[in-house]
Structure formats: C-alpha cells, structure tokens
C-alpha cells in the first residue's frame, strides 16, 4: 500500500466498519511508537462510533500532550485488501498541529506482520489470519 509522505508523517488511508457501515477514513499517521490505532471521532462518528454511557474513559498520553479516548471494538478495519476482524481501536478527540485523522499503531503493524519501506515508501501486508 502506497504511503504519502506529509509535513515529515507517513500517512496512510483505512477503512473502518462499525455496525454494517463502514467509512474511509483518510491520514491516519503510520506511528510505530505508539502501542495502540486511534481514530478521530470526527472521523468516526458518521459510521456511529459515538461515546455510549456504559464506556470507560481513560487518558493516553503522547509527546503533544494528553487525550481522554474510550476503546471500541470494531467490526473491520482495513488497508487495501488486508482486514483485521473484531479490531480495538482507541477513539477521541486529535489534538495536533497536523490535520490527522488518528494514527496507525504498532499494536495492527504487529498482527499484521507489516512490512514498512521506507525507500519507496510503502506498507506491506502480507496475508494472513485476518483474527488475530
């Protein structure tokens, strides 16, 4: 999968599906230092990815500061071809000085075997159990 290279951030597009609805979701920044996949809930809220009242909150923490996010699982999220089923994905508000939609993390790179090259700039994922 073709990365776009903006602002110095590997940027890539997936797609969400939540309840039968699935949206494409554009810019999600390829961040092999953070443990887990965020997702704007601007980006999500169309598919009804919204906060419910049986959600935990709790804060992540990164270089620009602290985000309050509730988990959720999902029923796809995919890039190109390859799907990971069931997957759990952080969900809050994206505070950044880039215009972002969430970010990539290790923990889908990790279940994927995710191949990142950086000299042509793509992300490889080879197949495998779309489960895991």
Not at 52 to 62: A, K, L
Not at 104 to 131: C, K, N, V, W, Y
């Amino acid at each position: 999968m073709q990365l776009t290279l903006r602002d110095d951030l590997l940027l890539i597009p997936v797609t969400v599906a939540y309840r039968g609805r699935q949206v494409q979701t554009p810019d999600l920044v390829v961040d092999t230092g953070s443990a887990a996949t965020l997702v704007s809930t601007d980006a999500v809220a169309q598919v009804g990815i919204i906060p419910e009242p049986e959600d935990t909150f709790h804060i992540v923490r990164g270089l620009r500061g602290s985000e309050v996010v509730f988990s959720r699982r999902v029923d796809r999220l995919q890039i190109g071809p390859r799907r990971m089923e069931g997957f759990e994905v952080e969900v809050g508000g994206i505070d950044a000085a880039f215009d972002i939609n969430g970010i990539l993390g290790l923990d889908f790179l990790l279940r994927t075997g995710a191949i990142l090259d950086l000299g042509s700039l793509q992300l490889d994922l080879p197949p495998g159990d779309e489960r895991r």
